[in-house]
């Protein structure tokens, strides 16, 4: 799922060619082990036109995707396409369970990261986040077409992708390397004006490492962002955070200004 679709029985690929029917198995393999609801299935390939002969072509999408299940089975095989891609009331399930999901390893990588935080484990943080990241071969679906419902799934994993950039980043910090971070923080920062929590990383890196003005800068940058963007001034944090750099406070604590 991070990254192109790649979905194998056996070793060998049953992602099909096709656009939709790509997109039909997209979904079916991030839900998988759930009845994913016909309806749903439906407005993911058509959105709010669907042809009146929908429901048949659904059926002709499945039926594709049985037959390239069929070319992975080995001979004598208990199992038949049916059983792996199953029919269930008003919908369809994919059976198996997976002996690799990357979205799984990344929720799992991500989960031992923010203990290992909590805990103020921030070297173990940033290893299992920087493999968590390490798990993303590029945008997550980045060629199947994509429906209204893959478009709301794709939002959360993007979500859930920038939080674990931001927990990196902060194990990272706590670890001493804000010099290191610098470039990363300040492209982050340019894709993302309206930002706190980056904006103030970049404060910190900045501070840290001699560049106070520069933290400063960064600070202006953001308010005039988010005042000619939203109408609205930074936070109480990042105005606290700003009037400690303008005093010169030698030891801006990451806890008070960037972790939640």
């Not at 038949?80 to 799984?104: C, E, H, M, W």
């Not at 920087?130 to 893959?150: F, K, N, T």
């Not at 990363?184 to 920062?189: A, S, T």
């Amino acid at each position: 799922m991070l990254g192109p679709l790649v979905v194998e029985f056996n070793g060998q690929s049953i992602v099909p060619t096709a656009g939709k029917p790509r997109q039909l198995l997209a979904l079916l393999a991030l839900r998988c082990g759930r009845v994913v609801q016909v309806p749903t299935l439906m407005e993911e390939v058509w959105g709010e036109d669907i042809p009146r002969s929908g429901m048949t072509t659904l059926q002709t999408y499945v039926l594709h995707l049985r037959r390239l299940i069929v070319e992975t089975l080995p001979e004598g095989t208990g199992s038949t396409p049916k059983d792996l891609l199953a029919t269930r009331f008003n919908g369809y399930q994919l059976t198996v369970k997976p002996k690799s999901f990357d979205l799984i390893e990344f929720e799992s990588l991500a989960s031992s990261g923010d203990n290992a935080l909590e805990r103020g484990d921030a070297a173990g943080a940033s290893k299992y986040l920087h493999q968590a990241l390490a798990l993303w071969r590029g945008p997550a679906l980045m060629d199947v077409p994509v429906g209204r419902i893959l478009s709301m799934e794709l939002m959360g994993l993007n979500e859930a992708r920038m939080r674990v950039l931001e927990q990196r980043i902060l194990a990272d910090l706590w670890l001493g390397k804000s010099a290191a971070l610098i470039p990363e923080l300040r492209k982050l920062v340019e894709e993302h004006p309206l930002h706190e929590k980056l904006a103030a990383c970049l404060m910190i890196a900045y501070q840290r490492s001699g560049a106070g003005w520069r933290a400063l800068e960064v600070f202006r940058g953001l308010r005039q962002a988010l005042i000619g963007e939203l109408g609205v001034e930074p936070s109480g944090r990042l105005q606290s955070l700003h009037r400690e750099l303008l005093s010169n406070t030698a030891n801006l604590s990451l806890r008070d200004y960037v972790l939640t």
